[in-house]
């Protein structure tokens, strides 16, 4: 049976002791929470000071992003080593600002996708397609495109590791969302495509998360799609009230 889970992305939000204030406001009110699955993306510097806040009640920490390479001369930047040895098992990969700001491509983010699994951490895999691609209607062959090029040459076994985030990128950050109906239609065709690229059974078990503009007064109704196992938020993530609303109506 797949997991219901609310992921709660930061991005590059929160000081330390904001991040502190949050994380109390969220242990009070998610930390026992039961048949969700909670999960939090701080920034780099906070992850483990997360991590040892959360570690008694029911709420996970992943970071945001890692390299591809195992170490060396890459300034800046975060290995999967690194993260586990902070206890931080968890990592969101191709998120669609990495891939617009950062240039990550799908070549890219398979190499991401195989040192995560390497190293035995549970991979965010976002995608998603952006406003021409919808009105072209070319947006099925897009996601295909993506979840081929960057995740499907995993093998069978490594699926028990992955959580898929479906992000329709015109409905990230601009006030406008997918309606439940346009969710549910891409969340079964992402299924459908996994199942003919693997089976029936991945397909059915891997969770898929709706990511885009979800707030309170949408979360219920697009989480009550059959295919939608919950979400990947971003701004409503950065308050406690709204996340913790959020979270209720999965």
Not at 48 to 69: F, G, P, R
Request: glycine share 8%; aromatic share 6%.
């Amino acid at each position: 049976m797949r997991k219901k889970i609310v992921a709660g992305n930061w991005k590059m939000n929160k000081n330390l002791a904001e991040t502190e204030a949050l994380l109390s406001d969220l242990k009070s009110k998610l930390g026992n929470i039961s048949g969700t699955q909670i999960i939090v993306a701080p920034t780099f510097v906070n992850l483990q000071k997360a991590n040892e806040e959360l570690t008694q009640v029911n709420i996970d920490v992943a970071a945001q992003n890692m390299h591809q390479s195992e170490n060396g001369a890459f300034t800046g930047e975060i290995s999967a080593d690194m993260l586990n040895n902070i206890g931080v098992d968890t990592v969101i990969l191709g998120h669609s600002e990495r891939r617009a700001y950062f240039g990550e491509t799908d070549a890219l983010l398979a190499q991401k996708v195989d040192t995560a699994l390497t190293h035995n951490m549970t991979i965010i895999f976002c995608f998603g397609e952006e406003l021409q691609d919808r009105k072209s209607e070319n947006h099925f062959a897009v996601v295909e495109n993506q979840l081929k090029n960057g995740l499907f040459h995993i093998d069978t076994n490594a699926w028990k590791n992955i959580v898929l985030a479906y992000e329709p990128v015109w409905a990230i950050g601009t006030g406008e969302t997918a309606s439940p109906e346009q969710a549910q239609e891409m969340h079964a065709f992402i299924r459908s495509a996994i199942a003919k690229a693997y089976d029936q059974t991945i397909a059915d078990e891997v969770s898929i998360l709706y990511g885009g503009s979800v707030k309170p007064n949408n979360a219920e109704e697009i989480f009550a799609k059959q295919d939608v196992d919950g979400g990947l938020i971003g701004g409503a993530a950065l308050d406690a009230e709204s996340f913790t609303a959020i979270a209720n109506a999965l």
